[in-house]
């Protein structure tokens, strides 16, 4: 009775440790699904967000609905399998919003027309960065700007700099150039000496 008891947990265990493995290999493919989910999702808040009436706030309650949404599933992509495998679906001609990432591949951008001009929020941006291997959302705070363009250079072993280049409007015509900084895990915009 003893041995057939013993064999009986021992079943068990081995039964829980293989649903356990499926579960997770099942987990880790959806994590390629997703992302392509992800972007297929924020294409279609892209879609109702533009066709909202922006002009004196009309339709202020479900833009900035629209736009929390968007803030919050850009900033749930929290690893960096994750963060790679969104930097891999990502193709800007067939997206809604733009999604500019660094060449290193460390430090991505969403920018989008936020439709919330009556609040002095024209344009929203999110900053997606490695560090510590994971991955930390940042809003980018100043003058809103559409970034189209992150180089990264590395100043010495320890430091790289992220040079973003945007617009405060819509078209590229009025390019400004933003320096940031990870430092101790945090985003920092930096200032670059000409010297």
Known sequence: MKVSINILFIYIAVLMLVVRCQISNRNSKMKKIDMKETLAKLD??????????????????????????????????????????LVNSFDQNNHKMNFSVSNDGNFGVFSWHSKMDCLGIHIKNIALYKTDGRIVASSLYGEPMAYYKITSMNLNKHKTIYLLKGSSSIKASDSILKTYTITNGDLVESRISLQ
């Open 44 to 85: 279609q808040l892209m879609v109702q967000l533009h066709q909202m009436n922006a002009p004196d706030c009309e339709d202020l309650d479900e833009i900035v609905t629209i736009n929390e949404k968007m803030r919050r599933m850009i900033e749930n992509v929290r690893s960096v399998t994750a963060f790679d495998d």
